[in-house]
Structures are given as structure tokens and as C-alpha cells.
């Protein structure tokens, strides 16, 4: 079985603009969640989806959101880059809704680098 | 809002010895999960071992094996026959029971098994 895909695997971009972030689960996981990774901030819950609904949503501006597709799919998105929004952005699926009873496993993260 | 502490950002070990990390957790919750993480120098972050609350007995999985302390709130990861390929960044996580993939993470403890 093919692991979780993250694409592009880096992007540099400079302040004010808006990137896409791509999130292919493995098949037949239904839940995708995204965490974003600073050396400052460490390891933060930016939010999950599972079958198309968002479930849970951690602390972050609204300028982080998020979706996911019928063959779930995400994509996270954000708009109005700041400088301190460089960082490894990791996304992580599991196959049912029974949260962490189930195995999350990680994608390879995209690194952004916000200029 | 749970947190999750982990009091050694660096620690070595010399291969084939046993080392210990420390994680501690504050949280007012009785039903959640405890998991240990690493994360390789690829970035790949991989599930080592997890703990269900309600289960006394130490969670154990090949040569790592946890020490679960409730009443305390502490969650220790043991490695044993340290081996080269154990050289990580390791991270304790949290999450709540019903609340699906969304994880709490420490700060994360820099591992480096010497030869």
C-alpha cells in the first residue's frame, strides 16, 4: 500500500500571497489531520477532517483552512502568508473514526518557506 | 487544555545500552491515549508505541516499553539494545478519548545513539 503523499514537498513563497498544501491519505483512510512544525512552536494540531467534515480545529487564525474531498483527499490553505508561517507542514491519516484506537501515519511534511 | 511536557531536549546513549525518556502530561481528563513518536532526521514521523489510560499494564512493542504512571502523569518511553537507527527526535503526545485524531505534542527529546 502506497504511504501518505504530501505535494509539493517545498514551496517558497513571499508575504501577502496564498499557498495550497495537497494531502493524499493512504487508501482507504477516511481521516486526514494537519500539524504544523516550528522549531519555536513545536508540533501544533492545525485541524482533522473525516469524510468531508471538519472535526476538530486547533488554535490557529483564520487564515488556516482546510478541506476535503469525496476521495479524501485534503487540501490546507493559506491565505495572507506571514514570515512566521515557515514551517514543516505534516499531515497524518488513520482508516476509521475510531481516533487514536487507530494507527495515524505521516506523510513526508512540506516545508514552506515564507519570504 | 491538556499539556504535554517533556524535561530533555537532548539525551545519548552508547549502542546496545538502555536509555530513558521522560514525559509528563496535565490533563482533567480520565479516558485519553498517550503516544510516543520519532522523528527521524527525514522528517517521517512514525509511531513507536501508545497506551491506552484505562489499561494498567505497560504498553510494550519490541525493544520499547513504557512506564505509565496515571496517578503521577507521567509517561516514560524505555529503549533497550539502543541501536544506531534509534537516533531521533522523539515526541510524547496526548489526546482524549472521542476526540479523534488530534494529538498534543511535547517539545520533544533529541536522541543520539553513538557507536
Known amino acids: 500500500k502506497a504511504g501518505v503523499t504530501q505535494t509539493p514537498r517545498y514551496l517558497i513563497k513571499t508575504r501577502g500571497q496564498q499557498v495550497t498544501l495537497s494531502c493524499s491519505p493512504i487508501s482507504g483512510h477516511r481521516s486526514v489531520s494537519w500539524y504544523q512544525q516550528t522549531p519555536g512552536q513545536g508540533l501544533q494540531f492545525l485541524f482533522e477532517?473525516?469524510?468531508?467534515?471538519?472535526?476538530n480545529k486547533g488554535n490557529f487564525p483564520g487564515r488556516f483552512s482546510g478541506r476535503q474531498f469525496s476521495n479524501s483527499r485534503s487540501e490546507m490553505n493559506v491565505s495572507t502568508l506571514e514570515l512566521g508561517d515557515s514551517a514543516l507542514y505534516l499531515c497524518?491519516?488513520?482508516?476509521?473514526?475510531?481516533?487514536?484506537?487507530?494507527?495515524?501515519?505521516f506523510g513526508p511534511g512540506t516545508r514552506l518557506l515564507v519570504l | 487544555a491538556q499539556t504535554v511536557t517533556q524535561s530533555q531536549p537532548e539525551m545519548s546513549v552508547q549502542e546496545a545500552e538502555t536509555v530513558t525518556l521522560s514525559c509528563t502530561y496535565d490533563?482533567?481528563?480520565?479516558?485519553?491515549?498517550l503516544f510516543w513518536y520519532k522523528q527521524p532526521p527525514s522528517r517521517q514521523m512514525i509511531l513507536v508505541i501508545r497506551q491506552e489510560a484505562y489499561k494498567q499494564q505497560n504498553a510494550t512493542e519490541n525493544r520499547f516499553s513504557v512506564n505509565f504512571q496515571k496517578a503521577a502523569k507521567s509517561f516514560s518511553l524505555k529503549i533497550s539494545d539502543s541501536q544506531l537507527g534509534d537516533t531521533a527526535m522523539y515526541f510524547c503526545?496526548?489526546?482524549?478519548?472521542?476526540?479523534?485524531?488530534?494529538?498534543?505534542f511535547g517539545g520533544g527529546t533529541r536522541l543520539m545513539v553513538k557507536p
Open positions: 477532517y473525516f469524510s468531508e467534515t471538519q472535526r
Open positions: 497524518a491519516s488513520s482508516g476509521t473514526d475510531y481516533g487514536p484506537l487507530e494507527t495515524q501515519y
Open positions: 490533563t482533567s481528563e480520565n479516558n485519553y491515549y
Open positions: 503526545a496526548f489526546t482524549r478519548h472521542n476526540a479523534g485524531n488530534m494529538l498534543t
